[in-house]
C-alpha cells in the first residue's frame, strides 16, 4: 500500500467519525462557557404592584447554574422580529428602550443581567435567532415556564415553573410601539439610526420595509387571535394560538379564492375575479412566509380601500377559531416522564411525539413556516405519509428540531423545587402527620406520590372527564370541538389511537397540528450546510425513538374512550398529575382560576350558601409574585392587579371539590361506582345513609384539616 493509500484509509478511519463526534457535541458546548453562579437573575427594587426582590435565590433543582443559563438561552427557531429592531424599539410616548428591565417586568418576563450567553442581557426566554442568514429576537420555552416567587425582599426562581407573563398586554403593546415608530418622524428617526448602527442594514429603506412588513405580521397576528375573554397575568391559550398559526399556514390559494369569492362568507364585499387575481398573482398554491405576507397586505389594502372591514372579520371567524381558553403556564418537571401531557391529555410522549410537541410550541411563537410543494423523490415526505415520489409539501422552516431534541433530554434531569426552609416559614410538624392521612383519604387515588429525584421514575396521568371533576370544560371543548380547512393538507392521513383519519375540507384541528408537526419534525434543516443538515436530520430521528423511553400506552382514568364515530373523545377530560412541588405554581386549577391553594379546598359559593361560609374568591387579583406562606399561593387582593373574574365562560372556579363535600373513600382502591355516586349525592342525609356506604364515605374537611393538608402538601 503507498503513502496515499495509508493517508486516505487514515483519515477514512480517523478523520470522519471524530468530524462526526465534534458535530455532534457541538450543541452542548454553548452551555459550557455560560456558567454565571448567579445564573444571570438581576433584581428589582420596587415594581407596578409594590413588589421588590433585592436578592434571586435558586433551590436544588438538579440543574447546576450552566443548566439554568442553556435553557434560557437555547434557540428553538422563533423569529418574533429582526433582532435589531427589538434592541432599538422605544416604548409609546417616551424614549426607554421597549426591552428595559423594568418594562418587560411590568408583562411580568423576568429581567436578566448580561452573561456570556445573553450578551444583551434579554430577560428569560427572548434569544436571537438566526434564520437564512438574518438575525430575530425570538422566544424559546423559558418564557414561559420559567417561574419567581417573592417573599420578604427575595426572589426565589424556579426552573420550569409556570410564569407569571401576559403575553397578550406584551404583544398588543409590542405592535402599538412598531406603529407608533412609523408614524413619528423623531422616534422613526432615532430607530432607523440606531438600527443602521448595528451594521445588519445598509439602508434606511430596508429598515423601514422590514419594520412595515413586521407591524403588519404581528398586527394580523392579534386580529387573527382575538379574543373577547382577556387573559391577564400567568395565563395564555397557548393551544387555541398554536392551532390558528397551523391553520393560517395550510391554507392554500385555492381555498382563499373560494372564500373570498363566496358573498356567504364576504357578504356585500365578496370578490371580483380581478381583485382576487390582483391579491394572489405572485403566489403558488402553497404559501410561503414571505407569500403569506403579501397575501395579508393586499387583502388588507383592498377591504380597506372598499370599506371591508366587516368582511374581513367574517373571513378571520371562517378561517380561524377564537383562542378564549386560557390556561396557566404548565410546570415542565416530570414532563418527560409523563405517558401523556398537556391539560388535558392531548398528546402521547411516545416516539418523535415529544419533539412534534415542541415543534408545536414552537410554531406558535413565531416561527417562520417556508413550506413549499414540490416534486419528486424525497424520504420526509415518506416519513410523514406523503410518499417516496410525486408532488409532496415541503415543510422548511425556521424550528430547530435539534434543539428541541436537547431540551427535552435537559429537562430529563429537571426536579421539582423542594420547600425552602430556610427564606420561607419551617414546616409545622404537629400538622404534618394528620395532612399527611388527610392526603391518603382524599388526594392519592388521582395524586400519585412519586420520588421527585428517582432516575428512573414514570409519571401515569390520571384522567377525569371534565363533567367528572367539574371544572371550566372549555380548553377541553375547543381542543375537541375546533375545526379548520385543511387546505394543503386535504386527503393526507393522520393517525388517531383508533385509526386513521383522511383529511377533508374540514377536519379537526388538532389533527391538523399533527400533521404538521410530525411534517416539521421529520424534513431537514435547510439553513445548515450540508453535511451538519443530513448528520442532525438522521440522529434527531433516531434518538427520539432510542432516548424515549416513553412507550405508547392507552390512558388511565374515567374517561369517554376515543372511538371511529367520535376519535378525539377522550380529549374531554384533564389530567391528575403528581403534586411534588404544587406549592410553587400559583394559581391553581388548569384555567388559573384559584389564587391559593387554601382557596382551592374551600366549595364555590352557590345560590343558597349561607353568607357567612367560606368559599373560592370570585374575584381575585393576578399579577403579584408576592408568596403567600399560609394560604400557599400569590398575594390576591390591594395592588392594583389584574382583576380576574370567575363568572365569565373560561373562567370558572367550579369543580375539583374533593374535600369540600362528602366523597367516596378511595385511600384503599377503587370503590364501586354507586356507592362513589351514593356518597356524593347531597340530598342525601349522612344519617339517612346505609351504615355500609356511610363507612366508605369521607366528610367534608374542616379549616383545620385543611390547614393540616396544606402544611403536607408544601413537602411535597
Known amino acids: 500500500m503507498n503513502r496515499s493509500s ?8 480517523y478523520f470522519v467519525p471524530l468530524l462526526i463526534l465534534v458535530i455532534a457535541l457541538l450543541p452542548g458546548c454553548a452551555a459550557l462557557g455560560d456558567a454565571d453562579p448567579d445564573r444571570g437573575a438581576t433584581t428589582v427594587r420596587q415594581d407596578v404592584f409594590g413588589d421588590n426582590f433585592t436578592a434571586v435565590k435558586y433551590l436544588d433543582q438538579g440543574w447546576s447554574p450552566a443548566d439554568s443559563l442553556w435553557f434560557y438561552t437555547i434557540t428553538q427557531g422563533s423569529d418574533m422580529m429582526p433582532y435589531d429592531f427589538f434592541l432599538a424599539l422605544e416604548q409609546v410616548g417616551k424614549p426607554e428602550p421597549f426591552r428595559s428591565n423594568e418594562n418587560m417586568n411590568r408583562y411580568r418576563y423576568l429581567p436578566q443581567k448580561t452573561t456570556s450567553g445573553n450578551p444583551d442581557g434579554l430577560p428569560v426566554g427572548f434569544v436571537k435567532d438566526t434564520y437564512q442568514g438574518k438575525e430575530y429576537v425570538g422566544l424559546t420555552c423559558s418564557a414561559c415556564h420559567t417561574g419567581q416567587v417573592n417573599y420578604k425582599g427575595k426572589g426565589i426562581r424556579i426552573d420550569g415553573g409556570p410564569a407569571s407573563a401576559d403575553m397578550e398586554t406584551f404583544m398588543a403593546d409590542l405592535v402599538r410601539a412598531l406603529i407608533a415608530t412609523l408614524e413619528n418622524e423623531e422616534v422613526r428617526n432615532r430607530f432607523v439610526k440606531n438600527v443602521l448602527a448595528r451594521g445588519n442594514y445598509t439602508a434606511e429603506t430596508e429598515v423601514l420595509a422590514d419594520l412595515r412588513k413586521f407591524r403588519e405580521r404581528l398586527a394580523s397576528y392579534i386580529t387573527i387571535n382575538y379574543s373577547s375573554l382577556h387573559y391577564g397575568y400567568a395565563r395564555l391559550d397557548a393551544f387555541g394560538r398554536i392551532y390558528n398559526r397551523v391553520l393560517e399556514h395550510v391554507i392554500n390559494v385555492r381555498e382563499l379564492k373560494e372564500l373570498l369569492r363566496d358573498p356567504r362568507v364576504m357578504g356585500d364585499r365578496a370578490m371580483t375575479e380581478e381583485q382576487i387575481e390582483s391579491i394572489t398573482s405572485e403566489t403558488g398554491n402553497v404559501l410561503s412566509g414571505a407569500e403569506r405576507d403579501k397575501v395579508v397586505e393586499k387583502l388588507v389594502k383592498t377591504l380597506n380601500e372598499n370599506n371591508g372591514w366587516e368582511a374581513l372579520g367574517r373571513l378571520r371567524k371562517k378561517l380561524f377559531n377564537p383562542p378564549d381558553a386560557p390556561v396557566s403556564y404548565p410546570f415542565l418537571w416530570d414532563t418527560p416522564q409523563h405517558d401523556y401531557v398537556q391539560w388535558n391529555g ?4 411516545a416516539g418523535l411525539k415529544a419533539i412534534a410537541r415542541n415543534a408545536g410550541e414552537a410554531i406558535g411563537v413565531f416561527a417562520t413556516l417556508d413550506w413549499t410543494e414540490k416534486k419528486g423523490f424525497s424520504l420526509s415526505s415518506f416519513i410523514n405519509g406523503q410518499g417516496l415520489y410525486g408532488p409532496h409539501i415541503s415543510y422548511y422552516s425556521s424550528v430547530n428540531v435539534n434543539n428541541l431534541r436537547l431540551i427535552e433530554s435537559r429537562l430529563l434531569s429537571l426536579q421539582s423545587p423542594l420547600w425552602p426552609e430556610d427564606i420561607l416559614p419551617p414546616i409545622d410538624a404537629a400538622r404534618l402527620a394528620n395532612g399527611r392521612s388527610l392526603f391518603n383519604k382524599h388526594c392519592v387515588s388521582c395524586h400519585a406520590r412519586i420520588q421527585r429525584d428517582d432516575p ?12 367528572t371533576v367539574g371544572t371550566d370544560p372549555q380548553m377541553a371543548e375547543n381542543s375537541v370541538d375546533y375545526q379548520g380547512f385543511s387546505g394543503i393538507l386535504r386527503n393526507q392521513y393522520v393517525g388517531v389511537s383508533v385509526g386513521d383519519i383522511l383529511l377533508d375540507r374540514r377536519a379537526p384541528v388538532s389533527a391538523l397540528l399533527t400533521k404538521a408537526t410530525i411534517g416539521v ?7 445548515k450546510w450540508f453535511f451538519r443538515r443530513w448528520f442532525d436530520w438522521i440522529y434527531n430521528l433516531a434518538a427520539g425513538f432510542r432516548h424515549n423511553e416513553i412507550k405508547p400506552s392507552i390512558k388511565h382514568g374515567d374517561y369517554d374512550p376515543d372511538t371511529t364515530a367520535n376519535p378525539v373523545a377522550s380529549l374531554k377530560a384533564y389530567k391528575a398529575r403528581p403534586l411534588n412541588g404544587i406549592w410553587a405554581t400559583a394559581p391553581y386549577l388548569h384555567n388559573g382560576s384559584v389564587p391559593t391553594l387554601y382557596d382551592l379546598l374551600l366549595p364555590k359559593k352557590r345560590p343558597g350558601d349561607p353568607q357567612d361560609g367560606e368559599y373560592r374568591p370570585d374575584e381575585f387579583e393576578v399579577g403579584s409574585r408576592e408568596f403567600d406562606p399560609v394560604k400557599v399561593g400569590l398575594k390576591s387582593s390591594g395592588y392594583g392587579g389584574f ?3 370567575t363568572d365569565i365562560s373560561g373562567n370558572s372556579n ?10 367516596a373513600d378511595e385511600s384503599n382502591g377503587p370503590v364501586d361506582q354507586k356507592i362513589k355516586e351514593q356518597c356524593m349525592d347531597e340530598t342525601i342525609k349522612d344519617e339517612l345513609l346505609d351504615k355500609s356506604i356511610r ?12 390547614l393540616d393538608l396544606l402544611e403536607y402538601l408544601k413537602t411535597l
Do not use: W
Not at 428512573?456 to 363533567?467: I, L, T, Y
Not at 419534525?521 to 439553513?527: R, W
Not at 367550579?654 to 366523597?663: C, F, L, M, P, W
Open 695 to 706: 363507612d366508605k364515605c369521607l366528610s367534608p374537611m374542616s379549616r383545620e384539616e385543611r
Open 521 to 527: 419534525v421529520a424534513t431537514p434543516d435547510q439553513d
Open 346 to 349: 392531548l398528546t402521547e410522549n
Open 643 to 645: 382583576i380576574f373574574k
Open 654 to 663: 367550579a369543580g375539583h371539590d374533593y374535600g369540600v363535600k362528602r366523597t
Open 6 to 13: 495509508i493517508a486516505l484509509e487514515m483519515r477514512r478511519k
Open 456 to 467: 428512573d421514575r414514570r409519571v401515569v396521568a390520571q384522567m377525569s372527564r371534565a363533567s
